[in-house]
């Protein structure tokens, strides 16, 4: 079995959000700033917070929006969603002229330096969560729904705690780095839908069900994709389960044929991953490298697993060049027993 430990990490490094961390962390903090200069949401104990999947340490290449949770703590319930939705809109096009649009249930500001964009959601307190206000299509009014957002970004830290890589090592959490992986390869394997929030939840449904106790990433990888891969077939019918509100279904833009799509692709990817687990490290890793595909999203793209310096892109093995008599260098090991 090739688990491939340091073409893991590569792959992982590979996916990060890099320089768009920078980027978002400047956007959000512009956007804060402007907030909490306003008198009226200052009055009604705005705090914003990060959340989304940049929020949750679990985005991957590139950032294109970042989501600012305006929670608004002092509001009651005779605040009106509209007029709220109407001055946050009038608030950020004040400060970013021209760079604003008035979402169903959002307001988003455009940083085109960057390529990127932020999205503010307002939320009042409800009980132990939130509600946010979403524009309704049918009467073109607003309504208050519920939500909980920041009890995703609390489950996943809680399960980057609970799944360790090394036993003993509170720095080796695996969670976060398989949910990344996750995304990684719903973006190789999906064509658009559903999208990488669904495939995160999902991936918290697998470890829950599961709870795999593995030794390397090749392994979570295949035995989670597996399960997601079963999943997708059941949610398809039944609708996949919130983890952060009881008895609510995630909601998702994906019909029902592309949820099958979905779950046929998937299906093949974990095939994929059982087979790369079982091969020497030089096929696996060629089916790795299949598996997770190209940051094809980045401005420059590029392969995510890199491959063995003794591997041919094929999952070959590359032939080793005999040292000849006199000769002033010798051929590059492998490394394998470094």
């Not at 692709?265 to 595909?293: P, T």
Request: proline content about 5%; hydrophobic content about 40%; aromatic content about 6%.
């Amino acid at each position: 079995m090739a688990t491939l430990a340091t073409h893991f990490k590569t792959a992982l490094s590979n996916i990060e959000p890099s320089e768009d961390a920078a980027n978002a962390q400047s956007a959000h903090a512009e956007v804060t700033k402007v907030l909490k200069a306003d008198n009226l949401l200052a009055r009604l104990g705005v705090d914003p917070l990060l959340i989304g999947s940049y929020g949750r340490q679990v985005s991957i290449r590139r950032v294109k929006d970042v989501d600012v949770f305006v929670r608004l703590r002092k509001a009651g319930k005779d605040l009106r969603p509209g007029r709220i939705l109407d001055h946050v809109t009038a608030v950020l096009e004040e400060a970013f002229p021209d760079r604003v649009t008035r979402q169903h249930r959002s307001v988003m500001i455009d940083f085109p330096d960057d390529d990127l964009s932020v999205d503010v959601v307002i939320a009042r307190p409800c009980g132990d969560h939130w509600e946010i206000p979403q524009k309704i299509e049918d009467d073109g009014n607003a309504r208050w729904v519920e939500t909980n957002p920041t009890k995703m970004a609390e489950l996943t830290t809680q399960a980057n705690k609970d799944y360790l890589l090394y036993e003993g090592d509170p720095g080796s959490g695996v969670y976060v780095p398989v949910v990344k992986l996750m995304r990684q390869i719903r973006r190789t394997w999906v064509e658009d839908q559903p999208g990488g929030y669904f495939f995160e939840v999902l991936t918290y449904h697998a470890f829950s069900n599961l709870k795999p106790n593995e030794k390397s990433y090749a392994e979570y990888v295949t035995v989670v994709l597996r399960e997601i891969a079963d999943l997708l077939v059941d949610v398809a019918d039944d609708g996949l389960d919130d983890p952060t509100l009881d008895g609510k279904k995630i909601k998702t833009k994906a019909t029902p044929e592309q949820l099958a799509a979905a779950a046929a692709r998937i299906d093949e990817a974990a095939s994929l991953a059982e087979e790369a687990l079982k091969a020497d490290d030089c096929s696996a890793a060629a089916k790795w490298r299949e598996l997770l595909g190209t940051t094809k999203n980045t401005r420059t793209e590029e392969q995510v697993f890199p491959l063995p310096e003794y591997c041919n892109a094929d999952g070959s093995r590359k032939k080793m060049t005999a040292v000849t008599r006199g000769a002033s260098t010798v051929p590059a090991g492998s490394g394998r027993y470094a």
